[in-house]
């Protein structure tokens, strides 16, 4: 693969810092390295001094003061060698990338930490989006993506979606508008880029099926766009065998992959990963090297520690019980609308994260039926409109989560809502 093509102005003239590299070198050598080089203060300075964090039902984890001291200090922007090691066994062992062994043909995949996939997502958007560029997309989509994408100016292709996900049918129909044979010309206008949310989409709680992504993929090949695949719901499946993913299926690495860690570990400790085609990741990396220069040193620590203690087997484990928290949510907030919702809302079950959305039926627009009349019954819900390209356009449906409430609170706020809205209709 030609990744340049793929690369923004900004993105192709970022260069390695050198006082990273030599961060990088500090962390990979032995303790016995004197290091005059890098511009890292002295942590005996620093007021901590050690950490015992309780681990529910597990060993506690510890930060003795050597590690303390490693803990407050900088450390190389890919992300800490444990925690790293860690998830690339993890990640091939659950897609078991074409991509993971060298191959001149195949390139070979990396990885690096992020704080949260969204800033991953942020640095891939910098270096593969230009202004003026086409990027397709399924809306309604995440905002925090729109966020991040709107801004660089580029032409957002809104591509059907069902609750089985993107349609690849519609977007065969969107790219017959180019010859394939352009995609690699300099100054082309086919779409370089497509992004996707694969399982329990935000806020539509679709799962794509895998003939629906060897299909997207096909597409991909033919007409040479790489495929960003935000993934932060992969481990809120609902049912098992797990749906294989584009990692799993990128025989030409064109998939860049967003994982997280904030619906499994903790959303506030800002961990996420981005892996990918090799020459790819390197370039997020120096987009990560030049802004937060890396993710908490201290939250990597924790959390490699916690994963080594638990082990694969254990962090599998882990996800089950959460699983089965989101499920049985789920299936709460499924039963309520079954009794509340039946004859004015429409919905597909979610078999993936943690949002329900749902259709009002005879309604344009429920932008002000959330702002104002629920708000007024203290009822919260997102008004579907913020997740569409043009957030002005009226939407009829409401996203409504269910990975926070009690089974009560769940049943309550769609009777209220039955209510609010038998009352608009009249
Ligand atoms: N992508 C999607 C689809 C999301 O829903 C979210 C969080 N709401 C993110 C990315 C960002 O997640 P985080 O940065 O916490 O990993």
Redesign the pocket.
Known sequence: MNYARFLTAVSAARKPSPIRVLTELQQRSPPSLISLAGGSPNPNTFPFQSASIKVKGGEALVMDEPLMKRALQYSGSYGIPELLSWMKDLQKSLHNPPTTGYSPERGQMEMCVTT????G?CKIFEMLVNSGDNVLLDAPT?S??LAALQPLGCNLINVASDQHGMIPADLRKILERWDPADAQKPGSSVPRVLYT?PNGG?PTGASMTCERKQEVYELARKYDFLIIE?D?YYFLQFQKPWAPTFLSMDVDSRVLR?D?F?KILS?GL?I?FVTGPKPLVERVVLHIQASTMHTSTFTQLMVSQLLHNWGPGGFLKHIDGVIEFYRSQRNTMLSSADKWLKDVAEWHPPMAGMFLWIKLKGIKDTQQLIMERALEKEVLLVPGGVFHINSSDPCPYVRAAFSLSTPQQIDEVQHIFTDIFMYIML
Do not use: A, H, K
């Not at 949260?116 to 800033?119: D, I, L, V």
């Open positions: 949260g996939s969204q800033e997502l995440y925090g993506t949310i935000n935000d932060p967003t997280s904030s959303s800002r996420g």
